[in-house]
Every structure is written in structure tokens, then in C-alpha cells.
């Protein structure tokens, strides 16, 4: 009956151990997109990129960005004055409806607050649509 209750007790110690090391995989392996309490986010990349959407969680590697927008310079050619312009991406040749953006290349997320100047241009060219 020891042997029993000991047997009992070891693979109790196992099942409990098996769960642990699981439970620490999720955590290490599972990264969610973070939560601005915004709309929108800023999404800087490694390259100097930035770009403004909607954040979502994809998978471990990768993050999606949904509704994006990122600023242009363009010169003018009579003035050559460069002004910035606030483009919404999908107009491209391959018409893409969302970036998968590799959580690697991520240099930081922050908040665009809803009376930031960026998010009252989205704001303008949603309407505009």
C-alpha cells in the first residue's frame, strides 16, 4: 500500500511539473499586442518607420496593424516646399488591406490620443471615403 501511495504521490509530483513547464511556455511564448486604451497606434520600427492602425494580436511572431497610415513628404514642384501628407495604405499596386509587421522589428508602440493632429487627419480622410 506505501509503494501505492508513493507511486501515486511521484507521478502526481510529474503531472504537476508537466503543467508548470506548460503554463511557463504560454507565458514566454504568448505576447499580446498591447493595450493603448486607443483607437489608433503608432508603430515605430527598427528601419525609422512609423506607421499609424489598429493593433492586433496575430501570432507569436507577428503583429497586424489594420486601417494604416503613415506620412509622406512631398515637394512641391513650382515652390519645391516639402510638406508632410498623411497616406492610408492600400492604394499600392498589391492593394494591401493590412501590414503583418514582425514583433522583432518593433521598436516601440505608443497611443495617438483622439485629439492628437494625426488622428483628426485619419479621422478626415475616413470621412472622406
Excluded at 40 to 54: D, I, R, S
Excluded at 71 to 79: D, K, L, Y
Excluded at 113 to 128: F, H, M, P, R
Amino acid at each position: 500500500m506505501q509503494k501505492f501511495v508513493a507511486g501515486v504521490a511521484a507521478l502526481s509530483a510529474v503531472a504537476v511539473a508537466v503543467v508548470v513547464t506548460l503554463a511557463a511556455c504560454t507565458i514566454a511564448f504568448v505576447h499580446p499586442a498591447p493595450d493603448t486604451g486607443t483607437s489608433y497606434q503608432a508603430v515605430a520600427l527598427m528601419n525609422g518607420q512609423m506607421f499609424f492602425g489598429k493593433l492586433e494580436d496575430s501570432n507569436r511572431d507577428y503583429l497586424t496593424l489594420r486601417d494604416v497610415f503613415y506620412i509622406q513628404g512631398r515637394q512641391n514642384p513650382e515652390t519645391k516646399a516639402v510638406s508632410s501628407v498623411l497616406v492610408k495604405r492600400g492604394g499600392e499596386a498589391h492593394a494591401p488591406d493590412r501590414m503583418l509587421i514582425n514583433r522583432q522589428q518593433v521598436l516601440l508602440v505608443e497611443p495617438v490620443k483622439g485629439d492628437s493632429q494625426i488622428a483628426k487627419l485619419i479621422a478626415e480622410q475616413n470621412a472622406a471615403r
